[in-house]
């Protein structure tokens, strides 16, 4: 069965840096659009940065453009959200999402949380 | 960007009772919508996609219509596991948008 666990989040100051990974299993990883998704506490939901099956194409929320980079490993089944110039306002769980084509989530993780504070 | 509404913000019902949850794109989407369900806790769960097409293993009483900018979300009969919150996002154009989503509780 689709698998999708994330690690990676934390407590970090304002203005630090965190690496997200998301590992896949259950499913041909390198066939996948993959997507990090994020959730503030007690808020909705918000899409933050999208990488297509070859990594030719990428796209990040504006919010988040600028410091946060996405990328993948395909031999490893893996999905990274590197996260630099980290702020109050980047506090969320962060989910990893499989896409079928192109904003379709079909599978989520569980979700990292993310806590970003002085 | 395109925004999505969401109504009602909450709806309250009793199990057994028929939900109508709608969603409005501020320009024309198509018909690239999908709706999520989410439980406190859990991550979300697709239900319906292209507007109208339910996600493996979603229970028929769930069902999606409209095009355009108008949409729909209904579920025909209420177990007491729906009760939840639902969102609709749009793929249409980047960047990928979700509604602030519809809360359904027990009346």
């Known amino acids: 069965q689709v698998q999708l666990v994330e690690s990676g989040g934390g407590l970090v100051k304002p203005g630090g840096s965190l690496r997200l990974s998301c590992a896949a299993s259950?499913?041909?990883?390198?066939?996948?659009?993959m997507n990090w998704i994020r959730q503030a506490p007690g808020k909705g939901l918000e899409w933050v940065s999208y990488i297509g099956r070859s990594v030719s194409t990428i796209y990040y929320a504006d919010s988040v453009k600028g410091r946060f980079t996405i990328s993948r490993d395909n031999a490893k089944n893996s999905l990274y959200l590197q996260m630099n110039s980290l702020r109050a306002e980047d506090t969320a769980v962060y989910y990893c999402a499989r896409d079928d084509y192109g904003g379709k989530f079909d599978h989520w993780g569980q979700g990292t949380l993310v806590t970003v504070s002085s | 960007e395109i925004v999505l509404t969401q109504s009602p913000a909450t709806l309250s019902l009793s199990p057994g009772e028929r939900a109508t949850l709608s969603c409005r794109a501020s320009?024309?989407?198509?018909?690239?919508l999908a709706w999520y369900q989410q439980k406190p806790g859990q991550a979300p769960r697709l239900l319906i996609y292209e507007a109208s097409n339910r996600a493996t293993g979603i229970p028929a009483r769930f069902s999606g219509s409209g095009s355009g900018t108008d949409f729909t979300l209904i579920i025909s009969s209420l177990e007491p596991e729906d009760f939840a919150v639902y969102y609709c996002?749009?793929?249409?154009?980047?960047?990928?948008?979700f509604g602030p989503g519809t809360k359904v509780d027990v009346k």
């Open positions: 996002q749009q793929r249409s154009n980047w960047p990928f948008t």
């Open positions: 259950g499913f041909t990883f390198s066939d996948y659009h």
């Open positions: 320009q024309i989407i198509s018909s690239y």
